[in-house]
């Protein structure tokens, strides 16, 4: 299973690069074993668009953190246990939701898609050192209140989720969303473009999609 687990990593890392959703080795992946206690995530250094397996490193959750493994394991540490239900967490720096988050302004959810994957589910943290254990506290209060997607000013997102499927498309939905918002903000006066309407969650929750 995990080594399932990385070879999606593998396809998501050239997915997000190629979808100009981060750069080079902007960011950092992990997928979690709850049987195992076990997390696999990218080495330090690594780009990307450029994974295989030996980009990989796997370590039991009560373990010594490998000094190969990434700068901010910590933060995905800190995600897993607090949320043990996360498969997966995707570190990575989209530009538009990147200076939205540093600048304060909300990602508007406006179309059907972006309220069925971001709805009620982003939170904002303002500026943290990246690597540190305050962060990773200011990731694990956030995940723990129910936030599925932290938009981490100056820095980039952590998301997390049950699939990693799932986190693809969030991601994705996530920066369009995020692009919609900045010319929202930049162009058009914002209070013409309403969000999108509650009924759609709602309907989905009575037929029972959520």
Request: charged residues 20%; aromatic residues 6%.
């Amino acid at each position: 299973m995990i080594e399932e687990n990385v070879q999606k990593l593998i396809a998501l890392g050239k997915k997000l690069v190629s979808s100009n959703l981060t750069i080079a080795d902007g960011g950092n992946l992990s997928t979690y074993d709850a049987s195992a206690n076990e997390m696999t995530i990218t080495r330090s250094g690594v780009c990307l668009d450029e994974l295989d397996m030996d980009a990989f490193v796997s370590f039991k959750l009560d373990e010594e953190i490998p000094e190969a493994a990434s700068s901010e394991t910590a933060m995905h540490l800190a995600g897993y246990r607090t949320r043990p239900d996360f498969l997966c967490l995707l570190h990575f720096h989209p530009q538009n939701a990147i200076l939205l988050a540093t600048a304060n302004i909300p990602i508007r959810t406006i179309t059907v898609d972006h309220t069925y994957y971001l709805a009620d589910k982003m939170a904002r943290l303002a500026f943290i050192q990246p690597g540190t254990q305050e962060l990773a506290d200011a990731c694990a209060t956030q995940f723990a209140s129910g936030s599925d997607i932290l938009l981490l000013a100056h820095h980039g997102c952590l998301l997390g989720s049950d699939s990693i499927e799932w986190a693809r498309h969030t991601a994705l939905n996530l920066e369009q969303a995020a692009s919609m918002t900045r010319t929202l903000s930049s162009e058009l006066d914002g209070n013409q473009i309403p969000n999108c309407p509650s009924s759609y969650m709602k309907h989905l929750k009575q037929a029972g999609v959520l």
